[in-house]
């Protein structure tokens, strides 16, 4: 008897604490790291995924938001979420490939055409899959968000064939897919991470680079890049990235929040990317940019090279990953 009532009052006890607890409980606080200004795709879809988690939560959970790399690069931040010392970020998945292999299957020259398939792929099995592969690293991946179709700029010359590459600095990212790529076209490319590369366009350190319209125009690239060459060379994912340390320490209802929340800015991001997108041609002539599409037959040489690296990328990913891909590549475009 003595022994239940003592039981009882144990457990009153610490009901009652738990609910003082949960009562005067502060917001959980989540940093939210990303590489490019507030202005830019990436600012505005953070601020929607801020808004979501505040509104879903009932304003106890908070999100943060750092931009322009203040929390450090894109392999700075996953270290910092795989350590438990940042909660969230979203950035490239091509900056992801030493921590998770598979993410190099998205650094595939022309894998996709156009952002149906993106999204086809991307939100299927396959990104799943892919995604699912972060865990045992120590990330969990909530969506992709869409970076978009890489172009190139450089400050040499227009680049109207590929030979014009010859020599050139060129700005890749943290990833040997890409700096074999650009090498393969005869580049003298460079590994830097993005937080450094407009520094390195204005002092000259490199020539060039390649990313999105969107990015060109909202890091203000074409202040130190004159020329641009349309090559739509890769479509590059952007991922919505969660520390696991702090994943696993949150209710089933507060993880619901991040992850509902992250697909309402998916939709709303990939919307305002392409929108951007279609603008950002004009708006980059209008600042002076020089614009080349290259002409049928030099593209077809450059994606010839290009795709010379795809047999690496498919031994790396594994080959039932690059079949399945594959696979769903030939159904979408067979349903057309
Ligand atoms: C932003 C980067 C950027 C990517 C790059 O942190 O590095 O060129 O395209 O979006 O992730």
């Known amino acids: 008897m003595q022994r239940r009532y003592l039981i009882a009052a144990v457990a009153l006890a610490v009901a009652t604490f738990g609910a003082a607890q949960a009562q005067d409980i502060k917001p959980r606080l989540i940093r939210f790291g990303y590489g490019l200004n507030e202005q830019s795709n990436q600012g505005r879809a953070t601020k929607v995924f801020a808004e979501e988690v505040e509104k879903l939560s009932g304003g106890k959970m908070k999100i943060r938001p750092f931009g322009a790399a203040s929390l450090g690069s894109d392999v700075q931040m996953q270290q910092a979420l795989i350590g438990g010392a940042q909660e969230m970020m979203v950035g490239s998945t091509a900056t992801l490939v030493g921590i998770t292999k598979e993410m190099a299957l998205w650094d595939t020259p022309f894998l996709v055409n156009n952002a149906k398939e993106a999204d086809a792929l991307l939100d299927g099995p396959v990104g799943e899959k892919v995604k699912a592969k972060l865990e045992e690293k120590g990330l969990v991946g909530l969506v992709y968000w869409e970076n ?168 790396n990913v594994g080959m039932d990953l690059w079949h399945e891909t594959q696979a769903q590549l030939a159904q979408l475009r067979a349903r057309k």
């Open 148 to 315: 978009g179709f890489r172009n190139l700029t450089n400050n040499k010359r227009a680049v109207n064939k590929l030979e014009d590459l010859d020599g050139i600095k060129l700005r890749v990212m943290q990833n040997n897919v890409f700096l074999d790529s650009f090498k393969t076209l005869g580049a003298n490319a460079v590994p830097l991470p993005f937080s450094e590369l407009f520094s390195a366009l204005e002092t000259k350190a490199v020539d060039g680079q390649e990313n999105p319209y969107n990015t060109i125009l909202s890091s203000k690239f074409y202040e130190v890049q004159k020329y641009l060459t349309i090559t739509n060379h890769v479509y590059s994912p952007w991922i919505v990235l969660v520390s696991k340390k702090y994943w696993d320490g949150l209710s089933k209802d507060e993880k619901a929040v991040l992850m509902n929340a992250a697909k309402k800015s998916r939709d709303f991001e990939r919307k305002d990317t392409r929108d951007e997108a279609a603008k950002a041609l004009a708006d980059l002539k209008a600042k002076g940019m020089q614009i080349n599409e290259l002409s049928p037959t030099e593209a077809a040489r450059m994606r010839d090279k290009l795709t010379r690296v795809n047999a690496g990328i498919a031994a």
